[in-house]
């Protein structure tokens, strides 16, 4: 009896503190918390430029570090290169008796000394990536609290929402680009910017050398904790790996400054990896209660099985997770849009899972403060043979139409307006091609014209 009343008393006890606000336990205040208000108050302080400068310094050993393991790995494979066509050559002439199995082994040593130089310079990496994380958050910490105690300037802490920040991308990406100005919405009309831009996507995430990186760190960085966020769509696979494709690139980038505000993007990744196991098994339940609850209406007694042959323990087209990072120039979110099959074939639609999952994105950006969206217009980060200008026309007017579609949805969600939206165009996009896209946007979107007197 005396367990029964234990039971109960736990049960009420737990009911009570989830349920009731006045007998919740005290919200704790993580670390990231702490450091988050902390370094929004300073880079909205005369303290911004010194913060600025440390990073830029930090960022600049880092890359001369990654510099010098590219400029070894360089040289190690044009060795590599020398050794095996002599060693091949001498095969087919018959000199110094070297064998197929003589070749083979000379295979097998080269890549093991390309492995032992990376494994060098990656253990180098983290290491230096670990010390500035340290030194920089210590310094952060110190250089607030004295600027809070001492009496030449009051300290004030920045609501997020005031750092009210328009972004844009850079213009000496890409010549090709065009901006626009536009209204969406039946009653309550909201002014949107798009911009058409030419480039390669992941130079949109690259700082310029010197000091001319500066005003784009600023932007990033007064931005960073703040309700004016700006997003990157990427198009990657289902496999989760940073070792291949555009992911293998950004995780270069990525490692070319030390990221001192999130865990690094492979981390990251293994949190995903985390995550799909329990997303797998919501998935799993879903579509079966969905199937008996078709079964139950219909009257049928079986279901054809190929309904089950989808596998959820992947990631499927149009799924996308996120990736946060501060060291990326004018870029906070990446979405990693999940495409296996390649989309630039003609049988992708509005109801494609590409396109459905493009949608999902929106809204996710729109609830979650991302005011400036990047989106890569073709589905494709490269140009192919199969691209030809009535394609690209008909993918373009496919994209255009679903994203304004989109954003009228989203504003009756509620959450953030997306203020600024970029359609990404491959690098080697032909310049015709680019015009006919500008004069397709405006007539989708209906520019907004200036007023004549």
């Known amino acids: 009896m005396s367990d029964d009343v234990e039971a109960l008393l736990k049960a009420w006890t737990t009911a009570f503190t989830e349920e009731v606000l006045d007998y919740a336990q005290p919200p704790e205040v993580r670390d990231e918390e702490v450091f988050a208000d902390v370094y929004h108050s300073l880079i909205h302080s005369p303290l911004s430029e010194t913060i600025l400068q440390l990073e830029a310094n930090y960022a600049c050993t880092v890359e001369t570090l990654c510099r010098e393991r590219d400029y070894k790995a360089g040289e190690m494979e044009a060795k590599h290169a020398r050794e095996m066509a002599d060693a091949v050559q001498n095969v087919q002439s018959g000199k110094k008796g070297l064998t197929e199995h003589d070749i083979n082994n000379l295979a097998t040593q080269h890549i093991d000394e390309r492995e032992l130089l990376l494994s060098k310079y990656e253990s180098e990496l983290a290491t230096l990536h670990q010390k500035q994380y340290s030194e920089f958050r210590q310094w952060v910490m110190c250089v607030h609290e004295e600027y809070k105690t001492s009496n030449q300037n009051s300290m004030s802490m920045f609501p997020r929402s005031q750092s009210s920040f328009s972004i844009s991308s850079q213009t000496e990406v890409s010549a090709l680009q065009e901006s626009f100005t536009i209204t969406l919405g039946a009653q309550m009309k909201q002014m949107h910017n798009l911009r058409l831009i030419a480039a390669n996507i992941l130079d949109l995430c690259k700082y310029p050398s010197g000091e001319e990186a500066l005003p784009q760190r600023l932007q990033t960085s007064m931005s960073l904790y703040s309700n004016n966020l700006c997003g990157l769509v990427i198009l990657s696979d289902s496999k989760l790996r940073t070792g291949s494709g555009i992911t293998r690139e950004l995780s270069d980038l990525c490692s070319r400054s030390t990221e001192f505000h999130f865990p690094s993007l492979q981390t990251q990744i293994d949190n995903v990896k985390s995550d799909i196991r329990r997303a797998w098994l919501w998935r799993t339940d879903f579509h079966q209660k969905r199937l008996d609850m078709e079964m139950k209406l219909s009257g049928e007694e079986s279901v054809d099985p190929a309904q089950f042959n989808k596998d959820y323990s992947k990631l499927q087209d149009g799924d996308f997770y996120l990736t946060?990072?501060?060291?990326?120039?004018?870029?906070?979110?990446?979405?990693?849009?999940?495409?296996?099959?390649?989309?630039?074939?003609?049988?992708?639609?509005?109801?494609?899972?590409?396109?459905?999952?493009?949608?999902?994105?929106?809204?996710?950006?729109?609830?979650?403060?991302?005011?400036?969206?990047?989106?890569?217009?073709?589905?494709?980060?490269?140009?192919?043979?199969?691209?030809?200008?009535?394609?690209?026309?008909?993918?373009?007017?496919?994209?255009?139409?679903?994203?304004?579609?989109?954003?009228?949805?989203?504003?009756?969600?509620?959450?953030?307006?997306?203020?600024?939206?970029?359609?990404?165009?491959?690098?080697?996009?032909?310049?015709?091609?680019?015009?006919?896209?500008?004069?397709?946007?405006?007539?989708i979107f209906r520019v907004s014209n200036p007023i004549r007197v």
Not at 338 to 347: E, M, R, Y
Not at 398 to 413: D, R, S, T, V
Not at 427 to 440: C, E, G, S
């Open 324 to 443: 946060r990072h501060s060291n990326l120039c004018e870029t906070h979110v990446v979405f990693h849009l999940v495409s296996d099959q390649p989309l630039d074939n003609g049988n992708v639609s509005s109801r494609h899972p590409v396109i459905i999952g493009l949608r999902n994105l929106v809204k996710t950006a729109c609830m979650n403060d991302i005011t400036t969206l990047t989106i890569p217009l073709l589905l494709s980060h490269r140009m192919t043979e199969r691209m030809t200008v009535a394609w690209c026309m008909k993918r373009a007017e496919l994209m255009f139409k679903c994203i304004k579609g989109f954003m009228m949805e989203m504003a009756g969600w509620g959450g953030t307006e997306i203020k600024t939206l970029q359609f990404l165009l491959p690098a080697d996009i032909h310049q015709d091609v680019f015009h006919k896209l500008t004069v397709l946007l405006s007539s």
